[in-house]
T-cell receptor, first 115, second 114 residues
Framework: AQSVTQLGSHVSVSEGALVLLRCNYSSSVPPYLFWYVQYPNQGLQLLLKYTSAATLVKGINGFEAEFKKSETSFHLTKPSAHMSDAAEYFCAVSRLTNTGNQFYFGTGTSLTVIP | DSGVTQTPKHLITATGQRVTLRCSPRSGDLSVYWYQQSLDQGLQFLIQYYNGEERAKGNILERFSAQQFPDLHSELNLSSLELGDSALYFC?????????????FGEGSWLTVV
């Protein structure tokens, strides 16, 4: 089965500190992986996407994620947290099935940034 | 702005009633997805359409139904509403149904059942 697991439903960091949000996937074939962000009262917005072109993927707002096949991980990082980064973050995996493009989302990680 | 438009943004209705949520995908996108987001169940995939045809079903209740019209807009019909149906309903679209395509989300429709 195709799925993603996000470790830590809540993460708190100080402003200026490193942000690390964890995501592990289960897949028998190289997957397509995504990170989405949801700000309060808004829809999900694509942060970045891995499609096997490069293992280090840079996204918007200074975020990046590294695909590590040996660890089946796709953790999201940002060197220095900003107050505006406070949001819900979702990891997702996409795989083509006989019924179409299936997206599987993790349970989300709520990021709090402490001033 | 993702280009996916959902209406209405907010809806309050009584138990037992029926509502219709509407979604216009991004220009050129053929595939539409519906998701339900609630505090206790997170983001749940409901159903997917591609070019007018149902492609995949997720955790969609029998009281719920959807369709995609020839102009590619989609509607999600929720009937015999219960308090537990109160949630944020998202529509998303992608250019086709191939793996790896990004899906773009609308702002969602807040449904409150009282």
């Amino acid at each position: 089965a195709q799925s993603v697991t996000q470790l830590g439903s809540h993460v708190s960091v100080s402003e200026g500190a490193l942000v690390l949000l964890r995501c592990n996937y289960s897949s028998s074939v190289p997957p397509y992986l995504f990170w989405y962000v949801q700000y309060p009262n808004q829809g999900l917005q694509l942060l970045l996407k891995y499609t096997s072109a490069a293992t280090l993927v840079k996204g918007i707002n200074g975020f990046e994620a590294e695909f590590k096949k040996s660890e089946t991980s796709f953790h999201l990082t940002k060197p220095s947290a900003h107050m505006s980064d406070a949001a819900e973050y979702f990891c997702a995996v996409s795989r083509l099935t006989n019924t179409g493009n299936q997206f599987y989302f993790g349970t989300g990680t709520s990021l709090t940034v402490i001033p | 702005d993702s280009g996916v438009t959902q209406t209405p943004k907010h809806l309050i209705t009584a138990t037992g009633q029926r509502v219709t949520l509407r979604c216009s995908p991004r220009s050129g996108d053929l595939s539409v997805y519906w998701y339900q987001q609630s505090l206790d169940q997170g983001l749940q995939f409901l159903i997917q359409y591609y070019n007018g045809e149902e492609r995949a079903k997720g955790n969609i209740l029998e009281r719920f139904s959807a369709q995609q019209f020839p102009d590619l807009h989609s509607e999600l019909n929720l009937s015999s509403l219960e308090l537990g149906d109160s949630a944020l309903y998202f529509c998303a679209s992608s250019v086709d149904s191939f793996s790896g395509n990004t899906i773009y989300f609308g702002e969602g429709s807040w449904l409150t059942v009282v």
